[in-house]
């Protein structure tokens, strides 16, 4: 929410001063360019190549000015809001009133369009290597973290609905333009200052997980090799940042906040649908390989394992295609008595696909044994859940962003086809993996001759 809330009162901002001075002394194609991102992301570029230390300081002093000014503004909005406006108020222009003026597919929409200010929580993760005890401070910053941002996004959502009538809301200046309205500087200047410190915090932390995660795929192998070289001073990825940095700003130059507020959105419902997915996955033991077996007749034989992988595949092949076909139904079709009763059936071929995976295949040892700190609970339930729901966000996001987040997906995958497949250490590993395994059958084979 303080994202949100944050580039919103950054865009006040430009449409203003920035804004004019644009108008003023640019071209017309760069009129839709920002200048303040821009400036910002290379002040982001410099402070993450000093090292992640002044950035964990830096943000947790931007994080607490933030969580204050939005605290500030949902007390103000409490204090001169009117209970009317989150009921009886009538829209003028349409004649729309009540709870939900645009029905559950608008709070659907919206849900879906302002997801980016989720989009922070996966930083925990990502950077669980700068973490002293990884096992034991990572589901508590996790959870915690969701708390928290849930918490403020719906006590902000809630205020500013109680302190301004629903149909004024909107625009590019959100909280600011809605204290400016009712005439409160100082509370205005308050929020103000305090979002234009969230939009840093953002940025910053935005840009220090990217920086991690394209890391990470490097030494992996699964992309350009370059980009895992580390400064051996401050032990910062410094052409990672750089390359991070560049593209911020081609897309502060290319998209508009409209356009980009719905590829991040989208790009990260993706990912939470691509998590929960590889979450299954990793969970059942599927692993493919030989065992020996010890009998009278044969004293030592080698046999294949039961082939698990082939029915994981194909169930949970099953399971997506419903997932995404139910998911698709909700999002553009209207309800009407066949299409609910369409929908309930891939209901029950979804369930019964998590059913069977949960019956037919076991969970790996680690999963039970409790050697580890967190599990993530009901698989594969909750997973199927977290799957299905954000499906049902991406697809009422608009056509447009989901065409430009395919192009991309689709560059994603021509370099991991092109280039990650044949260096990747996993693929390395596994040829290795295989003459190993291919050498022992061998000897057992000599030795039982």
């Known amino acids: 929410s303080t994202g949100s809330s944050g580039i919103n009162a950054e865009y006040g901002l430009i449409n203003g001063t920035v804004g004019a001075w644009q108008e003023a002394?640019?071209?017309?194609?760069?009129?839709?360019?920002?200048?303040?991102a821009i400036a910002i992301m290379l002040v982001f570029m410099v402070i993450n190549i000093v090292g992640i230390r002044a950035v964990s300081y830096l943000n947790i002093a931007i994080a607490a000015v933030s969580v204050t000014s939005l605290l500030i503004f949902c007390v103000t909005a409490l204090i001169y809001?009117?209970?009317?406006?989150?009921?009886?108020?009538?829209?003028?222009?349409?004649?729309r009133t009540g709870f939900a003026p645009y029905g559950i597919n608008g709070i659907i929409t919206g849900a879906g369009t302002?997801?980016?200010?989720?989009?922070?929580?996966?930083?925990?993760v990502t950077l669980a290597e700068e973490a002293v005890n990884p096992k034991r401070d990572l589901p508590r910053a996790t959870c915690g973290a969701f708390v928290i941002v849930l918490l403020l996004y719906v006590l902000t959502a809630f205020s500013i609905a109680?302190?301004?009538?629903?149909?004024?809301?909107?625009?590019?200046?959100?909280?600011?333009?809605?204290?400016?309205?009712?005439?409160?500087?100082?509370?205005?200047?308050?929020?103000?200052?305090?979002?234009?410190?969230?939009?840093?915090?953002?940025?910053?932390c935005t840009l220090t997980t990217v920086v991690r995660v394209l890391?990470?795929?490097?030494?992996?192998?699964?992309?350009?090799?370059?980009?895992?070289?580390?400064?051996?001073?401050?032990?910062?990825?410094?052409?990672?940042?750089?390359?991070?940095?560049?593209v911020g700003v081609l897309g502060s130059i290319i998209y508009d906040f409209d356009t980009l507020s719905h590829m991040i959105s989208g790009g990260t419902l993706s990912v939470f649908v691509i998590t929960a997915l590889a979450v299954i996955m990793l969970s059942f033991d599927v692993s493919e390989g030989y065992e020996s077996i010890t009998t009278e007749e044969t004293p030592l034989t080698a046999q294949p394992r039961s082939d698990r992988r082939a029915l994981f595949g194909i169930i949970l092949s099953i399971f997506m295609v419903a997932t995404i076909?139910?998911?698709?139904?909700?999002?553009?079709?209207?309800?009407?008595?066949?299409?609910?009763?369409?929908?309930?059936?891939?209901?029950?071929?979804?369930?019964?696909?998590l059913v069977l995976i949960r019956l037919k295949i076991p969970l790996k040892r680690d999963e039970t044994d409790g050697s580890l700190s967190f599990v993530s609970p009901g698989k594969p339930f909750v997973q199927g859940l977290s799957i299905l729901v954000?499906?049902?966000?991406?697809?009422?996001?608009?056509?447009?962003?989901?065409?430009?987040?395919?192009?991309?997906c689709g560059v994603g995958l021509v370099i991991y086809f092109g280039y990650?497949?044949?260096?990747?250490?996993?693929?390395?590993?596994?040829?290795?993996?295989?003459?190993?395994?291919?050498?022992?059958?061998?000897?057992?084979?000599?030795?039982?001759?």
């Open 25 to 36: 002394n640019l071209p017309d194609w760069m009129l839709h360019t920002d200048l303040l």
């Open 81 to 95: 809001g009117n209970v009317d406006n989150l009921s009886t108020v009538v829209n003028p222009a349409d004649g």
């Open 114 to 124: 302002a997801f980016f200010a989720f989009v922070g929580l996966e930083s925990v």
């Open 162 to 204: 109680y302190f301004q009538p629903w149909y004024e809301l909107g625009g590019n200046t959100g909280l600011i333009g809605s204290l400016q309205k009712r005439g409160l500087p100082i509370p205005q200047y308050i929020v103000t200052a305090g979002l234009i410190f969230t939009v840093f915090s953002c940025g910053l």
């Open 215 to 246: 890391y990470s795929i490097a030494e992996d192998g699964l992309i350009f090799s370059f980009l895992r070289t580390v400064n051996k001073v401050t032990q910062i990825p410094v052409w990672n940042v750089i390359v991070c940095s560049v």
């Open 325 to 353: 076909i139910l998911a698709a139904l909700i999002a553009f079709v209207p309800f009407t008595t066949t299409v609910i009763v369409f929908e309930v059936l891939l209901g029950v071929v979804g369930l019964a696909c």
């Open 390 to 408: 954000n499906l049902v966000l991406l697809f009422h996001l608009e056509v447009k962003a989901l065409l430009q987040l395919a192009i991309y």
């Open 420 to 449: 990650g497949i044949f260096f990747s250490k996993v693929t390395e590993g596994k040829q290795k993996a295989l003459k190993k395994e291919t050498s022992t059958l061998g000897s057992q084979e000599s030795i039982a001759d």
